[in-house]
């Protein structure tokens, strides 16, 4: 998450550092978790420079830990991605996301309390998998394919799809007056959104303003040359679709039509 916001700018990740605190250290579960985060790091070609592991009792139940990080990343002031270039008629890309990502989980726990359903069941939605390992795929890293799209040259704005959905996020990249219009039939919808929404009985306004619903990012890139930089993100094995495009508005600054059928499908 912290690596897909510094790209968001233009901005390279230097290093990444963690903090890790329990009750009393699981040596076994730590060496997990730091195994991932330089997983992580690898993926977005930075460093895992140090951290800090701290022991609480007292502070933590048995098996509980505490887990917070934070990365540097560095562009020069006069490359950076700010948006203020966006314009009418721009076209919006989206790149798909792995899944819930790291959003929303308090309304994921809600509906699979209300569905009483276990966490280490079958996912309905993920032949497979337990549903604790479908809901907790690890979040997708774009830094190394947003990086070469912005080298080739086009793109304007950058939105990390995070808490927020694709209705809040979006807008704080666009300058005043501009909105986006997306259409949800333009992308495939990842079936576990398919599942909260009808399961969960979670309505299509409220699934756009807190998941990704399958955008982890969104790229505003000029008209004439989203055609090549959908072409570089394939080329870095992202699947990139166009989902919509830049529009005046004195309204409402991120719409997304076509959710019902979307989530029907999927």
């Given at each position: 998450m912290c690596v897909n916001d510094l790209v968001v700018q233009g901005a390279e990740p230097?290093?990444?550092?963690?903090?890790?605190?329990?009750?009393?250290?699981?040596?076994n579960a730590a060496r997990d978790v730091i195994a991932g985060i330089a997983d992580g790091c690898k993926q977005a070609g930075c460093a895992l420079v140090g951290g800090e592991t701290a022991e609480m009792p007292g502070m933590?139940?048995?098996?509980?830990?505490?887990?917070?990080?934070?990365?540097?990343?560095?562009v020069e002031r006069s490359q950076a991605i700010t948006g203020q270039t966006i314009g009418d008629g721009d076209v919006v890309l989206g790149l798909a996301s792995s899944g819930v990502h790291s959003n929303g989980f308090s309304l994921v726990r809600r509906v699979v309390a209300d569905l009483k359903l276990s966490y280490d069941a079958p996912a309905p939605f993920a032949p497979g998998k337990t549903l604790g390992e479908a809901l907790l795929a690890p979040t997708r890293i774009y830094v190394k394919s947003c990086l070469a799209a912005i080298k080739a040259g086009g793109v304007k704005g950058l939105a990390h799809i995070t808490g927020g959905g694709l209705i809040e996020n979006i807008p704080r990249v666009l300058p005043d007056g501009l909105g986006v219009e997306l259409d949800a039939s333009g992308w495939n919808m990842p079936p576990v959104f398919g599942w909260l929404a009808r399961d969960g009985k979670v309505a299509a306004e409220e699934m756009a303003r807190t998941f990704n619903c399958g955008i982890g990012m969104v790229v505003i890139v000029e008209a004439g040359k989203a055609d090549a930089i959908v072409a570089s993100f394939a080329a870095a094995g992202e699947t990139a679709t166009r989902i919509g495009k830049v529009v005046k508005t004195a309204g409402e600054r991120s719409v997304v039509a076509g959710l019902d059928a979307a989530f029907a499908k999927a």
């Open positions: 230097l290093f990444f550092l963690d903090y890790f605190a329990s009750g009393k250290l699981d040596v933590y139940g048995d098996g509980d830990y505490d887990l917070a990080g934070f990365s540097v990343g560095a």
